[in-house]
Each structure stands twice: as C-alpha cells, then as structure tokens.
C-alpha cells in the first residue's frame, strides 16, 4: 500500500477509469463477487481502492446489517400508535430516543463487542464501552449510566480468566474513568461461550427534547469538521474482519488490531459536545465507531440527502504513514464529525480549545448527493453516499429448522431425580446457589463506581437500575437486562420472549412503567440455515412479545459470526427494558427491609425445570421446552406493583427467574441481612408440584414481595381484583436466619459468605 | 457562602461536590483549572476523579494547573481546602499534605460502603463530628494505598493529623490505616472516600435504619460553613 510520501502513486478516479481490468482484493476484503460487481455498476467503472475499501467495511455484516434486515423490519411494523406515540426518534439512529415526560427524553441503546473482547480482552471491553456512549452522545443526551452484559466460557476452563479478567478490568477501567455509574448488568458462565465470549454494553442518556440532535448533513454550505483523537492504525479493517468472520485456525493473517481506547480522552470529549449542543453550534454530529470515517461522511450525506466534499490530508494523523484507504477505515476512538454552519465555527471552535480538543476542518456539506474525497489534488472518492451508507445488499438466506431441536425438545427433566429429601433438597439450594451463575456478583460489580453522578437510585443486586433524571421533580428512568441462551436453544421463539418478560418484570419490581426495548441479538454464523432460522424465530418472538406487552423496541444491534467452527453459541438474544418512573423516592429493592412483614408469591408455580438452573446444576442437563411465555399475566402483574408501589404497600419486590423461589429467597434475605422464615407446604399442595418445583421451578409472571402488616388487606385486595394469585408463603424475622420450614435454615451469614466466596475463589 | 468546586479535564464528581455544597446551604462556584482566579470563594473542593487521565502519576500533572498554583498560596494563607480522593491525591502531589498514594493492594479499583472513624474534630472540615464518630461514606478507588516514610508517620500519628481512619476493613492496605489527613492549621483536609455521595437520602450508602439513606458527607460541607461563620 502506499503512503503519503509516495502519494502520487494513489489509486484515482481517474486512474480508476483507465485501468478498468485491474485485479483489485473484493475477495480479501470480506466482499462476494456479486457485491463486488454491484459496486462496479453503481458506479460505471471499477471502484478505486479508496472507494473499495468504504463499500466493503460498509457493506460488512457489522455495517450493513445484511442478512439481519429483513428480520429486523418487523420490530417498526409490529406496532400501534399507542406504543409509539412517546418515541421520538425509532430505529436506524444511532439510538432510539423516548419522550419520559416533564420535557425530558432519554436515549438508550445495547450493542456488541464480542469478537475484539476474545482477541484482546481489556481493550475490546473498554472500546465496547466507548463506542455506546458516543452513540448515545451522538443523540445530543448527557449519557447518565452504563450496564454490561457479560458471557464467558466454562469458569474452570483456563482460558475463561484470561477473558474474565481483561473484560471486567476493560470496563471498569473505561466506565469509571469515564464518570458513568455503573448500575448493573449480567454475567453468565457456559462452556458455549468459550470461544466466543459476548461483551455487550448498555448506554443510557438523558436530554431536554429540544436538545435532540441527528446525524445528518443537510445544509449545502456547512463546514464538516473531524475533532477529537487523531486517527491512527487502530482496528484497520476490523469491523469487516473482527466482526463478520469466524474465527479459523488457519485463517489469514490480517494487519488489524483491536482499538485502544482513552477513557481521558472521551470524558474531554463529553463535555466538550455538551458545551457544543448548549451553545447551539451543531447542525448534525455522528461518532466514529466502526468504518470510521467511511461510515461518519457516508451515513451523514445520505442522512441529509446531500453531498459532502473532503480532503482527507487535512484529518490530523497519528501516524504519517497511513495510506488513504487505512486513514478512511481506522476506527481509532474518541472521535466525532460534526456538521458545523459556517457563521458558528468560531464559536465552535473556541469550544474545542478550551477544552483542548484537537480539530480539523475537513470539507463541507454540497447540494448534490454526492460524496466526494480528494486526496491533495487528487480525487480519489467519488460515489452516492447512499449507496455506501443504505442501500449495501440484502440477504434472505436459507432457513432450516435444526435437525436436532426435536430430539432436544423431547429430551426433558421429566425423568431426571427429583427428591424429596429436606436434606437433598438443602444440599441442592446451596450448590445452586454457589453455582458461578447464581451466586453473587460482588466480585465483578464492586469494581464498577455506581455512585458517581449521585443520581443512582438502584443499583446491582436490585432487579433494576435506577437513575434520576430530574433533580428538581425526581423524575426518574430504571433500566433492565436479560437473556437465557438454554432458553434460546431449546426455543429460540420463546427464549426471546423470556428474556423481554424477564427484563419487563425486573423493571416493574423496581417500581417503574415499562416503556421501551433495545436488544442485542448475538447469534453464530448468518450462512448457516439452522442459524438464521434460530434468528427468524427469535426476532418474530421478540416483536410478538413487545406488541402483545404494547412497548416498542427502540434500536438495537446484531451479532453474528459467534462461533468457533461449526458450533455456534446459543442464541442469546438481550434484551433490555426501559421504565420510567415519576418519583425515584418510590423505588422498590429487591431485599427484605424489616422483620415482621408478611411475604408473598405472587402468580402461580408449574412444574417447569426444562432449561432451568436446577437442571444445569445439578444434572448437567438441557432438553425439553422452556417455561412457558404468559404476557398477559406479566402485564397484569406489572400493573398490580406499580399500583402497589403508587400506594407504598411494597416493602420489597423481588423477581423469579433463574434458580425459581430459592434463589429468590437467598437474594432477598442477603440484600439487607434481615431474616425470614418461609413454609412452601401449602404453595406445593395448592399448586400440586413437587417440592423441587416449588423450590426451583422457573415458572414465569412470578415476584415475590414483602408487605407490612398493616398494608396486608390493601395489598391482597388489589391483587385479588386483577386475579393475580397470591400465596402468603412466610414472614420476615429479626433472626438473621433463613429457615424454610421442612427442609433447612441457614444463618444469613453463611449463605451470604458462600455465594459470596464462589467468583473471587475462581478468578481473584 | 462561596466554595469553589474545581473542575480539571477528567474530573468527574465535580457536579456532586456541587450539590453536596448546595444541599449544605452554601454556593457552588465552579472553578477552573487553567483560571488562576478563585472568584473570592471562601472554601475550595478539590473533586474526585481522573484528572488529566491519572497520566504519569494520580494528581501530579493537576498539581501543575495553573489553578492550583492560587489554591497553594491561598491555603498556607488559611483558605480550607478539602480534597477528595483524586482531589486528595492532588493535595499530596501538591505537598498540602504528605505521603502519596499507590495501587490498592488487590490491584482492582474498588467502590464500596466504607465506615470510617472521625480521629480529629478540630478542623475547618470536620468540626460538626463527635471525636471517635463512626461515619459511613462511599469509598472508589483505584490508587487509595495510603504510603509515607516511618519518620513521616511517627509524625502525623504525634501530632494527631490523621483525620480519618478505616473501620473493619482497609480496603486498600493503607498503612496505619490511614483514610485522611489534615495539615496543622486544619484548614486543608484530604481523604479517600466521598463525602459528596453520602449527602442525599436516597442517594447515599445503606445504613441500618434504611437503604440508601447515609449522609454522614454532609457535615464534611456544614462543619466548613460553621468554620467560616465563626472566623
């Protein structure tokens, strides 16, 4: 490749034009052939190199959402205006923004970096990190918290701590520094992972509606200038080689790197944008993630159905050595492009200096769609942003149901031993809930700072993060995550499904209205039929889900590629749910607050052990059906807390899910050492389950509350009138025990030191 | 009431140092970092946070701002200045206080509850504890390791200057256990935790009697209005 030095000898248009029968590297750069002849008709020549490496980092599956868009559509179809009467920006943006009320709006928005987190893990967390806050920045919002969805492989395996390690130091590393509490997540051992950890990252932000900002270049006149880091080497080409192929022993061995990143840099970078949006001196902003700058000039004109004209040895290099083409595709980070009208650069750029932010005005906006990028005198880009940016290729690839799913289905906990011995069954409790999946995450999430902002209301172990918006009226947003992979496998359909309840009861225990959804659907090879067919029924699933719940997916992102060989992971689709609540005074915890209280099932226990934690653990087991979905009873159990939290009947609202009314139980005495004494006799007979059901059954539309006494006739009333099944199932105690009558009782004590002992013993 | 609040690249509970002088009763005045005039603030914080990205050392290239070169001339003159954890790290590269601070000693940064007990009442930040008080405060760091050479000790255990001192757990192997210092007049007071995330119930640390209802921080901001009041 060439470089600056020897820059005359750079692949021109013109050059482009007379030298149609050129060999160019399509093939090396991830693109089909037929892509490649696309781009040759687009264009009525061959592309230049330059050209050719925008369209192949922008037609990547990372970029283009190829194979996924087809699927993705029915996320905006399946709506009604009631759903989407409080959105103000919906998908396709850098993230979807809600109107929560009072003029405030929030943007939030759940993304990948599965593939960089493997190869390196500390700098691909970090990125990870980076890359949703700019996106959320990008929005025109002060990003206010972070969540982090983690899945690693087998914990004794011993390449699991490599990952572990540089993915939890990564993120602490870069959200601390950054300043954004922390406010929880999930972390998920299993052996499916093991090649293909997920290192997905949440962002939220809130703004003033009329601070909404867009990535679009629309006024032909406006200055386009690139501030920020100087562009370097990083991550060349990786969107198209990290992100869209699987990883092979054999494979070749290409000049990317993973990104480095600067959390210094990007708090600078924050705050300086913040003073940018205030002083009105911005017509439309986009980050630089992945393509880099292909995608922030492409995606900006074709935003703004106009054009743009670039020099690009104007962008301030790191490097002296980078060759146009590596120069448009660095995803070097803690950069932004925006489009500045010409009357406000010096106000503009008074704002960077101060902020000591380094600049470069690049081109400016043109009337024409078209995107041009010269190289000194030399032009060396010349294309329709549009098509670089939004109409790449769209693929229905071949779905096939899997061979095996019927066998797996059929497969279920039925006949595995289910005992009923109080001293089997205590046995089982405790390897549950030091199991690395169940036990506490205190390791992990106290190197995260949950504080800083002082607006956290709730944080991990709650079921929700909780943030205020408002200071003055306390109005607040709470957010949840979730995603079961055993779900996903044994019914990808229903496994979407459970994760949007999951998520959407969390947020209602915590005392919010569920508003809106993003997800994260990482899922293995697109090419696979068996894979996409996985990715048809979990995307139909999740949209189903969202309408019958009336909540609107706001944004999201697709993960392919994760697996290693032929295995690809479960599919995990995460989803994340959006509440908002008018007073954060209101939050409920998930923990028992004082003794005396009654505590309360709420729903109705099965028989459902298919895919749960009981059979992971202690059989090693997955086959059957997943618990089944019961929207309508989630809905209506929703309603009931947030009737219940209005009134200031809760105490504490805790959800079931993985580990059933056990690991419910440990978490909520745990979470403020106050103890309870528990009897499931009458919840077995009325329910007509086992013992070990009643215990760890993962039954859906479940919570388990605690109520004063004095609140107890009210409560049950405003149950009992949305015929929400209530079971009283014991008391809050001021022994530190907890004692499940018929089977054992524990000091608070142990059960906390021993789920507490359980990651720091595998990776301190 | 003016107490300046100062807001270097990279610092992040500059905002919450602002609330929590708020809350207290007095006026936040942002300060910043490469501004050598202090607004005639009577009292300075120096906030937490990463400034200038932790690059060579915690504190040290902040302890150049111009900024600060005003606030050391102002506190050997008497101005309370109190430092928090970055703001701490900045006064000790500062030589306001001495000793330094390095890597925990579990080499991971850690946010937790901390309680601490109060071992000096007599100064402009602290007068509104009782002597030997109990005090919960979020403590996150990741460089929060108290060091100082055995004279240096010897002298700041003789001469009382130790101001705070972890309870149960020293979460950073501090030595001595050391969580603050002050310096002899007791105008000038650093320390790890962060007073200004325990100001607001709700927002705070767990404590018995609730969830999230410590403000034990907020007699850090009363005690230096009662010191500035009764001058």
């Not at chain 1, 820059?7 to 399509?26: C, F, I, L, R, Y």
């Not at chain 1, 750069?29 to 192949?56: F, H, N, Q, V």
């Amino acid at each position: 490749m060439l470089n600056k030095k020897t820059a005359t000898n750079v692949d021109t248009t013109k050059e482009a034009k007379n030298t149609p029968e050129k060999h160019q590297p399509w093939k090396e750069l991830g693109l089909k052939l037929e892509e490649y002849d696309e781009i040759k008709s687009i264009l009525g020549r061959r592309p230049t190199s330059a050209e050719l490496a925008m369209y192949s980092v922008m037609w990547s599956e990372h970029c283009s959402y190829k194979s996924s868009k087809i699927y993705l559509r029915q996320f905006g179809e399946k709506v009604t205006p009631e759903m989407t009467k409080n959105l103000m920006v919906g998908m396709g943006e850098n993230a979807g923004v809600v109107d929560i009320g009072e003029g405030w709006a929030v943007t939030f928005k759940v993304e990948s970096h599965n593939h960089p987190s493997y190869i390196e893990p500390f700098q691909g967390a970090a990125t990870g990190v980076g890359g949703i806050v700019r996106d959320i920045l990008t929005m025109g919002a002060r990003p206010i918290a972070v969540m982090d969805q983690l899945r690693f492989g087998a914990p004794e395996n011993p390449d699991t701590r490599r990952v572990v390690d540089g993915v939890v130091a990564g993120i602490s590393f870069y959200g601390n520094c950054l300043g954004l509490p922390n406010i929880g997540g999930e972390t998920v051992f299993d052996k499916v992972y093991q090649g293909n950890p997920l290192v997905n990252a949440l962002s939220v932000g809130a703004l003033r509606h009329e601070d909404l900002k867009l990535a679009k270049a629309s006024n032909p006149g406006d200055l386009v200038i690139l501030f920020g880091a100087r562009t370097g080497a990083d991550g060349i080409g990786g969107v198209s080689v990290l992100a869209s192929e699987t990883f092979d022993a054999d494979g070749p061995s290409r000049r990317p790197a993973v990104q480095v990143g600067d959390p210094f840099a990007e708090k600078v970078l924050i705050e300086c944008c913040l003073e940018l949006y205030k002083a009105q001196v911005v017509a439309g902003i986009q980050d630089l993630g992945g393509a880099g700058l292909s995608c922030a000039t492409s995606e900006l004109a074709s935003n703004g159905n106009a054009g743009m004209r670039v020099q690009l040895q104007d962008v301030l290099l790191r490097d002296d050595s980078l060759t146009p083409e590596e120069i448009l595709m660095s995803e070097s980070q803690e950069r932004m492009m925006a489009i500045v009208p010409k009357k406000d650069k010096d106000a503009f750029v008074a704002i960077v200096e101060k902020w000591e932010v380094e600049y470069s005005i690049l081109g400016e906006v043109i009337k024409e769609p078209r995107l041009y990028i010269n190289w000194g005198t030399e032009e060396i880009v010349n294309v329709p942003p549009r098509t670089v940016a939004h109409d790449g290729p769209v693929y229905e690839r071949p779905v096939a149901e899997p061979k095996w799913i019927k066998a797996l289905n059929k497969d279920t906990t039925k006949n595995l031993a289910k005992s009923e011995s109080p001293e089997e069954l205590a046995t089982q409790l405790m390897q549950i809930i030091t199991s690395p999946n169940q036990a506490s995450k205190n390791f992990i999430t106290d190197q995260y700072d949950h504080y800083v902002g002082g607006n956290t209301a709730l944080a991990m172990p709650d079921d929700a993060g909780m943030i205020r918006v408002d200071e003055t009226s306390s109005l607040g947003i709470a957010i949840a995550t979730d995603a079961n992979g055993r779900y996903g496998q044994l019914d990808p359909y229903a496994g979407a499904q459970l994760a949007l309840a999951e998520a959407y009861r969390n947020v209602a225990t915590s005392g919010a209205v569920p508003a809106a959804v993003t997800n994260c659907l990482n899922f293995g090879s697109p090419e696979n039929p068996e894979v996409m067919w996985q990715f048809k029924q979990a995307t139909a699933g999740l949209a189903d889900a969202c309408l019958e719940l009336g909540i609107p997916v706001t944004g999201g992102n697709v993960s392919f590629y994760n697996q290693t060989g032929d295995v690809a992971i479960h599919p995990t689709p995460v989803v994340g749910v959006l509440g908002v609540i008018d007073d954060v005074a209101r939050r409920i915890p998930c923990g028992w607050q004082d003794a005396g209280h009654n505590i309360y099932l709420l729903g109705t226990t099965e028989e459902e052990l298919d895919g749960s934690v009981w059979s992971e653990v202690i059989h090693d087991h997955l086959g059957g059906i997943p618990p089944k979905v019961k929207l309508q009873e989630e809905k209506k159990l929703a309603e009931a807390l947030n009737a219940a939290s209005l009134q200031g009947l809760l105490a504490s609202a805790h959800d079931l899910s993985e580990g059933g009314l056990a690991q419910a139980l440990v978490e909520s005495v745990s979470r403020f050492q106050v103890g309870a004494r528990i009897f499931i006799d009458e919840l077995v007979e009325t329910n007509k389950i086992s013992k070990t059901a009643a215990l760890f059954s993962e039954t859906q539309a479940r919570v388990l509350v605690s109520v004063g006494r004095e609140d107890d006739v009210k409560f049950i009333g405003l149950c009992e009138q949305r015929g929400i099944p209530v079971t009283r199932i014991g008391v809050t105690d001021t022994e530190p025990t907890l004692e499940i009558q018929h089977i054992a009782s524990w000091p608070i004590a142990d059960l906390k030191s021993a789920s507490e002992a359980t990651l720091p013993e595998l990776f301190a | 009431m003016k107490i300046g609040v100062v807001t270097f690249p990279g610092t992040l509970d500059d905002r919450d140092a602002q609330r929590a002088v708020r809350l207290a009763g007095a006026t936040p005045v942002p300060l910043w970092h490469a501004d050598t005039n202090l607004h005639e603030v009577d009292a300075v914080v120096l906030p937490g946070g990463f400034s200038y990205g932790d690059y060579l050392r915690c504190g040290a290239i902040a302890a150049q701002a111009p900024v600060m070169q005003t606030i050391i001339e102002k506190a050997n003159q008497g101005l309370p200045v109190l430092g928090i954890c970055n703001g701490f790290q900045v006064l000790v590269e500062s030589h306001l206080l001495p000793g330094g601070l390095i890597r925990n000693e579990n080499q991971h940064f850690i946010c937790r509850d901390q309680i601490l007990e109060v071992e000096n009442n007599t100064t402009a930040w602290t007068n509104q504890f009782k002597l030997g008080e109990h005090i919960t405060i979020p403590l996150k760091n990741g460089e929060g390791g108290y060091i100082a050479d055995a004279e240096t000790l010897k002298r700041l255990e003789g001469e009382n200057l130790i101001t705070f001192r972890y309870v149960d757990v020293n979460p950073n192997g501090s030595m001595n256990n050391i969580a603050g210092l002050r310096n002899a007049k007791g105008n000038v007071v650093g320390l790890m935790p962060h007073p200004e995330h325990a100001v607001e119930a709700g927002f705070g640390p767990d404590m018995p009697e609730a969830m999230r209802s410590g403000v034990d921080g907020l007699k850090f901001f009363t005690s230096v209005i009662h010191s500035l009041v009764n001058a």
